[in-house]
């Protein structure tokens, strides 16, 4: 059974890729209503370290969010993934801050920069659906570090960021994959509840 899940879910994340390349281009422009669509989370506003992500591949661009978060009063973070470990941490990311392309050419900020434990994580995904489960790129740096902090009893509100049309009826997931609190679209705002998008 589980060599069977394992399949659909790759499957699941081909058919995802290929469909995110589609919407990358036929919203282009989707990002701009990011920033907008963040201050409608009223915990965003109560969050005091907040970690994005710079984008890569046909993931939404992250750009004019990232300078919003940069300039205001919150603390700003990025993730890093760290050599033998299949979690991430995230570095503070200031003027001074020196970004690196990492292993799988993601910039992220380098030794200097402070380890930080954010209260408040914006995530990348290839698809999401309704149950807050999310389809990353199959390495599951987040969904290990969603469930260490978690193990720690570290409270954090973690969103998913994405084009609405990443949306599917059911992510194909198993007792690793984490569950995410919002998911953050150019259209929409969803707060995940056990059985339903409210």
């Known amino acids: ?25 036929k919203n282009n422009t989707a990002y701009k209503k990011l920033t907008k669509q963040l201050l409608k989370i009223s915990k965003f506003k109560k969050a ?10 046909t993931e939404i661009s992250m750009d004019d969010l990232n300078q919003y978060l940069y300039k205001s009063k919150k603390i ?9 470990f299949n979690y991430l ?6 003027k001074n801050t020196i970004l690196k392309k990492n292993k799988f050419g993601i910039l992220e900020p380098s030794e200097k920069s402070d380890e930080l434990k954010p209260d ?26 969603f469930f260490r902090f978690k193990k720690l009893n570290y409270p954090f509100v973690s969103v998913i960021v994405a084009y609405e049309g990443q949306k599917v009826n059911k992510v194909i997931h ?5 569950k995410i609190d ?4 150019e259209k929409k705002i ?3 509840k056990w059985k339903s998008f409210l």
């Open 182 to 185: 919002y998911v953050m679209t």
């Open 190 to 192: 969803y707060k995940i």
């Open 89 to 94: 941490i995230f570095r503070k990311f200031d």
């Open 48 to 57: 005091k370290i907040v970690a994005s992500f710079i984008s890569i591949k």
């Open 1 to 25: 059974m589980t060599n069977i899940n394992n399949l659909k879910k790759k499957n699941q994340r081909l058919t995802s890729s290929i469909k995110r390349k589609y919407l990358k281009i």
């Open 120 to 145: 408040f994580i914006l995530t990348p995904c290839l698809a999401f659906d309704q149950y807050g489960y999310r389809i990353g790129y199959g390495g599951g740096y987040y969904d290990q570090t």
């Open 76 to 84: 700003f973070c990025l993730p890093v993934m760290r050599k033998n």
């Open 174 to 178: 198993n007792s690793y994959d984490q």
